[in-house]
């Protein structure tokens, strides 16, 4: 599909990257495109901020006294919380829990719950859970803006904190 898409834009040029938001994919994509198009210097910057934020972010993670928590993620999610330090100790989603992953919840004592805004399905967890914290986060921009990865992240930790 994408040799026929980029056969009807004419003159351009494809690359593939990978979508998530680890730290180690983020620098090697935006590395892809930033060849691509020619804006090295620029990307370097801003995927050193992004890295920083992430960095602050799990700073602020230790000092809240959360590193290493246990984290049943939903799969969209489990870059960020790995970056940030929790021990990922089950996934589920995206598509619907199963009842295996219901008792893994009830019986897995985690210490958090982290689900996706863009399908949330961790309902069911967090009932049979009531102990572990649910949180929700974005895996993906809402706008298109300058640094709109980066401000998903820093809104995610925030939403961890608070």
Same mark, same amino acid.
């Given at each position: ?70 984290? *049943? ?87 961890? *904190?608070?």
């Amino acid at each position: 599909m994408m040799e026929t898409l980029g056969d009807a834009v004419g003159n351009t040029t494809m690359v593939k990257i990978t979508c998530d938001n680890s730290i180690e994919t983020v620098r090697k994509s935006t590395s892809i495109i930033a060849t691509v198009t020619g804006t090295k210097e620029e990307s370097e910057k801003r995927v050193a901020k992004y890295i920083k934020v992430i960095e602050d972010g799990k700073s602020l993670v230790e000092k809240h006294g959360l590193k290493g928590k246990r984290v *049943l993620c939903n799969k969209n999610q489990i870059y960020l919380a790995k970056d940030l330090g929790f021990e990922v100790s089950a996934i589920f989603g995206p598509g619907p829990v199963t009842s295996d992953q219901i008792v893994n919840a009830k019986t897995g004592k985690y210490d958090l719950i982290i689900d996706n805004v863009h399908n949330p399905v961790g309902a069911p967890l967090v009932e049979v859970s009531p102990n572990s914290k649910y949180i929700i986060w974005r895996n993906f921009p809402e706008v298109v803006e300058k640094d709109a990865l980066l401000h998903v992240i820093q809104k995610n930790i925030d939403e961890l *904190l608070k």
